[in-house]
């Protein structure tokens, strides 16, 4: 189908990232990002009586550090836009409440940090907000129990099954007052692609379509190529689902160097830390783009960053309905001005 | 708390109501609003095989009528706003990829509906879109076996139980090219409020403090009073929820004289219809403002129009865990212009 218009929101006064943070669990502190994240957890209840509660106290906790960092009140933030995985997504509105924050509730399933990004984004340039709390978790325990299996079965996985993070992150956007630092310049919306896999387990393999369609708008849209990113981020497509978008893109003839792509899901764990395909979960890519990716660029290591978000769209009733899994995907381009 | 600045985006060029499509169910459509429904189903399977299927269906062929009825096609589309109670809102999910529009996922529970309008035309009014498919569902069927019992059970209700509705409305927004037509003036975003109702059954004890607050804030972010608009909806409250806000009202001292306030919800069902408290779901408020009010508006029966979406959100394993039930809302200043 070929679309009327463009599915980029380019933004005129493009917003800067004023603060980020983030939060991982035990599991992803033992992994290669280890060192990158703000905290890492040593157990993963927080303290709090069911992982549910504990998800939320994580987010509690992560925009906190946001806000902290940017030296902003919870009175003074304007809008927080994310979600999460848990059904009605209570981790988010659960912590919206202990925080008191204007509540912009989303569901993108493993995309929805970058949804957040895209739309935080677009209210801060379009005027209707100086600033825009964005923040996106998932938590190994809660999704398991919910999306699978409860983990007391002790059920097999299987090897393309990607691993839900425990993480958090939250990056706080506010309308630029003087040049410099890390600014959200373009986002992307994409559709809903669904090339009929059915299984459940396997994540990367849905969600490649979606994030080859957002990709190839992105770049039609503004005219980039892959030469105009010095990365290439996508999450969570783990490592099958990266070589599938190779080859899409391969097939398609879109130019998508492999030393530009890098996974968020892909790059969280060891392989040998046993998370088979990768990491995933909404925490996966927001943890990594703001414990890792945020801060390469505002180290200067890479100056324009591409992150690509996909989810998933199904439910456990949608699979045992024998339906395939939809995917989704929206693309924030960030990039560092100096 | 005091909040620094405002929840209210006031809209510059407000954008217009370009169409609107509402479908009900069989028991809805023997209520009192039976005649100002597009369509009423006879058959709430709507020919699927699950009612899940039957309600992304339902999604899908309202937004077909809404676009069909602004003679434009799914291509031109820009973005489709919405959601619905399923877990990961797979109504809404399944029905963008049927329709191949490029997809916001939202949830605010029953207030969905007017989160996307609020949104929607913030995105056009900010120019990032020419065009919003706005658009929210429930089922009956569908939401009481994901947050309550399975049907078959025949479990009791207790007399302040809502009843979801089986209804879908649509409205598609668009950039407003020439004077006239309904438009949407401002929007307000609300915080999540919870005065510790734990009563899973009793939504409009939890949402009603989450509409007063908002109310509030729209009323002291505009400077608008009761007298400023003809009427006031909220969504859903139901006939006890109405009461405790006008309760809220009235000891907070903000005047809401009671005859210029109704609840979609209290008018979908007769009260001998067995609906108990009244109508709810994210179908309830959508197809009511779509299908009735915006119809009122465009006969020039009421000119200025504040509607407010109200959502509960909790999760059924968030009160299996003894949590209370947060409510949210946002208000929609819809205007007719001459």
Redesign the interface.
């Known amino acids: 189908?070929?679309?009327?218009?463009s599915?980029t929101?380019l933004y005129?006064q493009p917003p800067v990232v004023a603060a980020h943070a983030s939060i991982c669990g035990p599991k992803e502190g033992k992994g290669p990002l280890s060192a990158w994240f703000d905290e890492v957890l040593q157990d993963d209840l927080l303290g709090q009586?069911?992982w549910?509660?504990a998800e939320m106290e994580m987010v509690r906790r992560c925009v906190q550090s946001a806000l902290n960092a940017a030296r902003i009140?919870?009175?003074?933030a304007?809008?927080m836009l994310g979600?999460d995985l848990?059904?009605?997504?209570?981790a988010s509105?659960?912590a919206?409440?202990a925080l008191?924050?204007?509540?912009?509730?989303?569901?993108?399933?493993c995309s929805t940090f970058v949804?957040a990004l895209v739309?935080g984004s677009?209210?801060i340039?379009?005027?209707?907000l100086?600033n825009a709390v964005c923040v996106a978790s998932s938590h190994y325990c809660t999704a398991e129990r919910?999306f699978r299996f409860p983990l007391e079965l002790g059920t097999q996985r299987p090897p393309q099954a990607s691993w839900t993070a425990t993480a958090c992150g939250c990056a706080l956007l506010e309308r630029p007052e003087k040049p410099g630092g890390l600014r959200v310049t373009a986002g992307t919306?994409?559709?809903?692609?669904?090339l009929n896999v059915s299984d459940a387990n396997h994540m990367g393999a849905a969600m490649a379509p979606a994030v080859f369609d957002c990709l190839a708008a992105h770049m039609a849209d503004t005219g980039k190529t892959a030469c105009d990113y010095d990365l290439i981020a996508t999450g969570d497509l783990g490592w099958i689902g990266r070589d599938l978008l190779l080859e899409l893109a391969s097939a398609a003839g879109l130019e998508l160097p492999p030393e530009k792509l890098i996974d968020c899901g892909a790059s969280l764990f060891y392989q040998e830390q046993d998370a088979h395909a990768g990491g995933s979960g909404c925490g996966c890519v927001a943890s990594v783009a703001c414990g890792w990716l945020m801060k390469r660029l505002e180290a200067g290591d890479i100056q324009r960053l591409l992150l690509i978000g996909s989810g998933a769209?199904?439910?456990?009733?949608?699979s045992q309905?024998a339906?395939s899994v939809?995917g989704?995907a929206y693309a924030a381009a960030i990039e560092r001005e100096d």
């Not at 189908?1 to 218009?5: P, Q």
């Not at 848990?86 to 209570?90: A, K, S, T, V």
């Open positions: 189908m070929s679309r009327v218009g599915q929101f005129r009586k069911s549910e509660l009140t919870d009175e003074q304007q809008a979600g848990n059904n009605q997504i209570i509105s659960f919206a409440r008191g924050v204007p509540f912009i509730g989303l569901y993108g399933a949804q739309l677009a209210l340039d379009g005027g209707f100086d919910q919306v994409g559709r809903i692609i669904d769209m199904f439910s456990p009733t949608s309905q339906q939809p989704i």
